[in-house]
């Protein structure tokens, strides 16, 4: 089996673009954002929003993890369909993860039951099919052991795309040693190329004492978000010294570059009563590991700490494959920068309060919105740019 490593640096700054070299990424303009339908979570009777996707004709698939259903509403916001319930038999859920496309056909992910569940466009239950089992050789090494496949989209001619991990499995079969975050394709049976690879435990972000791992605070380990169609995918990597740059890299899942652009930001600084605060984490009595466990991770933390923010926080790929990217403003709020496929800015919304986008395109976006219950209701936004 071929196995096509990508594996990401954090540290790329001054990596040009091939076409257009490092540019700024300063949006042109805000877009206004006009709510125009809102799926209300209290009269929508919402438990838990888990995962939601939009489909070609604008309908709402969204679903709730709780009841083990999943609910499709049309473009105007009328419920068309409720899908499944809780259970082990056909079309029923043990927990649902992933909702994908395939075609107009939908995909769910159960990541309990370990199988794949598909429903046709009248939303009626078509067919199963079992997952690759958990742990899986890759490989002759004994560090090449695969767990934990989680589909994430599904192409065209049926391939899947997902995140796993990669590593030595611990005795007794106890989760991954030295674990690697990987993004592959399976055909439901065998697993294919490594398209991306993030070390888990890379010392840039992340901190290893006697077997107890902590993340270095204030750092921002690579971002990956994979297109809905399962043909492309996007890697965001960030250098947070003073006047880093971040990197957007996108490529076909066939192994071809569509984009390779490092955009420069102004740094601000991390200010030293935020240091303060984050180190003063660690002074919490250690319940579990060495008695000096926060204190050595205390210290590695001090070496390692950034000296600025991460200008970026997130990155996806919109249903039109342009890509959105969230990043605070000056004043504390937060938005999303849009870039074509070109790589250059075209526009930026502001993301509302308590907000998260789920899906996007250049006309619309599809939020979560969370009250001070954090209940999730569901809002479409129409997009007003030039």
């Not at 199963?128 to 695969?146: E, H, K, M, Q």
Request: net charge negative; glycine share 10%.
């Amino acid at each position: 089996m071929t196995v096509r490593w990508l594996v990401v640096s954090l540290f790329m700054a001054g990596c040009g673009d091939a076409r257009d070299g490092t540019k700024s990424a300063d949006p042109p303009a805000y877009w206004e954002l006009a709510e125009d339908l809102r799926l209300d979570a209290n009269e929508e009777d919402f438990s838990q929003v888990g995962r939601m996707v939009v489909g070609r004709n604008g309908e709402i698939v969204i679903s709730l993890r709780q009841d083990g259903e999943i609910r499709v509403y049309d473009s105007a916001g009328k419920r068309t369909a409720t899908i499944g319930r809780k259970g082990e038999g056909p079309g029923e859920f043990g927990a649902i993860g992933s909702l994908m496309w395939a075609g107009d056909t939908l995909v769910v992910d159960d990541f309990e039951l370990r199988r794949l569940t598909w429903f046709g466009p009248d939303w009626r239950y078509v067919r199963t099919r079992n997952l690759p089992v958990r742990f899986s050789s890759y490989g002759s090494s004994a560090d090449s052991t695969i767990g934990f496949f989680s589909p994430v989209a599904v192409q065209a001619n049926g391939t899947l795309v997902g995140n796993a991990m990669i590593g030595g499995a611990q005795p007794g079969g106890r989760g991954i040693r030295n674990g690697v975050n990987v993004l592959l394709t399976s055909d439901g049976t065998a697993y294919g190329p490594v398209l991306f690879a993030m070390q888990l435990n890379d010392p840039r972000w992340s901190m290893e004492v006697a077997g107890f791992g902590n993340a270095v605070p204030f750092t921002s380990p690579p971002q990956l978000a994979v297109a809905p169609d399962g043909n492309r995918f996007a890697i965001l990597t960030v250098d947070q010294r003073e006047g880093g740059s971040y990197k957007v890299l996108v490529m076909a899942v066939t192994g071809d570059t569509i984009l390779n652009r490092s955009y420069p930001f102004d740094p601000v600084s991390i200010p030293q009563s935020a240091i303060d605060s984050a180190l003063a984490e660690f002074d919490q009595p250690v319940r579990e590991g060495p008695t000096n466990l926060n204190e050595r991770f205390k210290a590695m933390a001090r070496d390692r700490m950034p000296s600025v923010y991460s200008p970026v926080q997130a990155i996806r790929i919109g249903l039109d494959n342009t890509i959105w990217i969230d990043r605070p403003t000056a004043d504390g709020r937060r938005s999303a920068m849009v870039l074509d496929e070109r790589g250059d800015s075209i526009g930026a919304v502001l993301i509302p309060e308590r907000s998260r986008i789920q899906q996007a395109n250049r006309s619309h976006v599809w939020m979560t919105e969370r009250d001070e219950f954090d209940l999730a209701s569901v809002v479409r936004y129409r997009v007003n740019g030039p």
